[in-house]
Structure formats: structure tokens, C-alpha cells
Nanobody, 112 residues
Framework: QVQVVESGGGLVQTGGSRRLSCAVS????????MGWYRQAPGKERELVAT???????VYADSVKGRFTVSRDNAKMTVALQMNSLKSEDTGVYYC??????WGRGTQVTVSS
């Protein structure tokens, strides 16, 4: 059984940094993309950043230059380093192992 578990969420001040981690178990190896989506209150879930097995990264325009996604294929983990956080980055962050293995999410709240 595949399990996807996020960690690292919490309360952070505007302009601060936070690192999210995601661990996948139950899969020996995956060639699918791994990455992060988020959902703000009252909004639909949106792409934040993903990375393929070969290391190709895709970012939402709103986080380019501030967030960095990284992946460890051997450990089946993916991380999201978030810098220069803004209030609009607040939301529940979900980890995805493509095509459709989702974690339960971790809350990130950015407040001044």
C-alpha cells in the first residue's frame, strides 16, 4: 500500500522560510513526477512545484525564484524549500506522487 506523508508545516512570519518534506512508502521505485500542490481557503487546489525522476522542475509563476523543489529518488522523498514567504502562500500543502497518490496535507500559515 502506497503511503504519502507530509511534514514541516506550521506558522511562519512574512518574509520567512519553511521547508516541507514528503516521504513515500510502499513503492520501491517510481518514474512518476513528485511534487507539491496547495489549497487556500475558498480556492481550488493548485500546482506549486513538481520534479520528474530525471530532475526536470516545474514551478507555478507565483513561486518562481522563491521556492525550490528537490527529490531523492533512492529515498523516495521530495522536499519544498520555501523562502520569502508571503501571506498568499498560506494554505494546505499536499504532496503528490504521480499519477494520483496524495498525502493528507500539511498546513502552512504565513502571517505578519
Amino acid at each position: 500500500q502506497v503511503q504519502v506523508v507530509e511534514s514541516g508545516g506550521g506558522l511562519v512570519q512574512t518574509g520567512g522560510s519553511r521547508r516541507l518534506s514528503c516521504a513515500v512508502s510502499g513503492v520501491i521505485k517510481s518514474t512518476g513526477s513528485m511534487g507539491w500542490y496547495r489549497q487556500a481557503p475558498g480556492k481550488e487546489r493548485e500546482l506549486v512545484a513538481t520534479v520528474t525522476e530525471s530532475g526536470r522542475e516545474v514551478y507555478a509563476d507565483s513561486v518562481k525564484g522563491r521556492f525550490t523543489v528537490s527529490r531523492d529518488n533512492a529515498k523516495m522523498t521530495v522536499a519544498l524549500q520555501m523562502n520569502s514567504l508571503k501571506s498568499e502562500d498560506t494554505g494546505v500543502y499536499y504532496c503528490l506522487l504521480a499519477p494520483d497518490y496524495w498525502g493528507r496535507g500539511t498546513q502552512v500559515t504565513v502571517s505578519s
